[in-house]
């Protein structure tokens, strides 16, 4: 059974950092893509950051502007996003997803199949 739990999320005031964690099971982790998505309040959810399976390629959305890394670690099965620098409007709900194998538009929702719980980062001005 995919397990995909997240964790690290809290309150920070702006201009401050936090590392996201998303441990992962029931799949191989090494073989697979990953991204982390957000969800505002009353907004669509919106791509953050993903990474290749070999942690070589990764890819933003262009609010990160160089704030935000992400990083896996293949041996402990855990995808990470460590943002930095941050704003209040990057308050939301932080979610990690599995991305599909064969698939190359890593920004839609729609292009991952196995999502967790979610983070909640509140940053206050």
């Known amino acids: 059974q995919v397990a995909l739990v997240e964790s690290g999320g809290g309150s920070v005031q702006a201009g401050g950092s936090l590392r996201l964690s998303c441990s992962t099971s029931g799949f191989s982790f090494s073989l697979r893509a990953m991204g982390w998505f957000r969800q505002p309040l009353v907004k669509e959810r919106e791509f953050v950051a993903a990474?290749?399976?070999?942690?070589?390629?990764?890819y933003y959305g262009d609010f990160v502007k160089g704030r935000f890394t992400i990083s896996r670690d293949n041996a402990k099965n855990t995808v990470y996003l460590q943002m930095n620098n941050l704003k209040f409007e990057d308050t939301a709900v932080y979610y990690c997803?599995?991305?599909?194998?064969?698939?190359?538009?890593?920004?839609?929702?729609?292009?991952?199949?196995?999502w967790g719980q979610g983070t909640q980062v509140t940053v206050s001005s």
């Open positions: 990474i290749m399976s070999s942690g070589e390629g990764t």
């Open positions: 997803a599995v991305w599909k194998h064969g698939r190359t538009q890593y920004a839609a929702t729609s292009e991952y199949e196995y």
